[in-house]
């Protein structure tokens, strides 16, 4: 069973900080994708990382994705209190006839000022 | 950019009664997911149509059911409701030949008293 796992599950930080939430999973996949999420809302797509050593940013947030070592992580760069939310990873998995995100139990981020 | 519609955004509901979600996918989108969401919980999914087939189903109990129309869109069905379904319940929805994310709606809240 693929098990997608984040740490830290929460973070208080102080705005002007930096900080690197970490993705892992057990099981081979090349896709990967952040979500944020504000209280009661929807998910927002982040970052699409599609094969190994893939990075993007936006902004003040930073994605990479190891595949060999099944581990993404998203790097804050001088946190703003607007970045304030909850940040999911979610594995893609594809079979024949069919796929599927596995979701990270979530990174609750409060950036203090 | 159109985005996935889902309706209603908040029912409530008595115990042992039915309810029935509504999704509308993004066009041309041949994939669409159901996520459940449980206060402070990451989304598990439920079950999920490629081409109005079902395709994959997750953690979904017997009592609940879905399927997907000529048009696209699809519906999740829920009997005999108890309190433990009360949660988000999430519609999303992908061209599954594009390496592309999930496209979540804003979901619809149900409480079940």
């Known amino acids: 069973e693929l098990k997608v796992e984040q740490n830290p599950l929460f973070l208080s930080m102080q705005e002007g900080k930096n900080y690197t939430i970490y993705c892992n999973y057990s099981?081979?996949?090349?896709?990967l994708y952040w979500y944020r999420q504000d209280p009661g809302k929807s998910l927002e797509s982040l970052f699409v990382l599609l094969s190994n050593g893939a990075v993007k940013q936006e902004g003040r947030l930073m994605a990479s994705l190891d595949t060999k070592a099944r581990l993404s992580t998203l790097h804050i760069t001088a946190a703003v209190h607007d970045l304030s939310a909850t940040y999911f990873c979610?594995?893609?998995?594809?079979?024949?006839?069919?796929?599927?995100?596995?979701f990270g139990a979530g990174t609750i981020l409060r950036v203090k000022s | 950019a159109a985005g996935v519609i889902q309706s209603p955004r908040h029912l409530i509901k008595e115990k042992r009664e039915t309810a029935t979600l509504k999704c509308y996918p993004i066009p041309r989108h041949d994939t669409v997911y159901w996520y459940q969401q449980g206060p402070g919980q990451d989304p598990q999914f439920l079950i999920s149509?490629?081409?109005?087939?079902?395709?994959d189903k997750g953690s979904i109990p017997d009592r609940f059911s879905a399927q997907q129309f000529s048009d696209y869109h699809s519906e999740l069905n829920m009997s005999s409701l108890e309190l433990g379904d009360s949660a988000l319940y999430f519609c999303?929805?992908?061209?599954?030949?594009?390496?592309?994310?999930?496209?979540f709606g804003n979901g619809t809240r149900l409480t079940v008293t």
């Open positions: 979610a594995v893609d998995i594809r079979w024949e006839y069919g796929n599927k995100l596995v």
């Open positions: 099981t081979t996949s090349d896709r």
């Open positions: 149509f490629y081409e109005k087939m079902q395709s």
């Open positions: 999303a929805s992908r061209d599954r030949g594009m390496n592309s994310p999930l496209h």
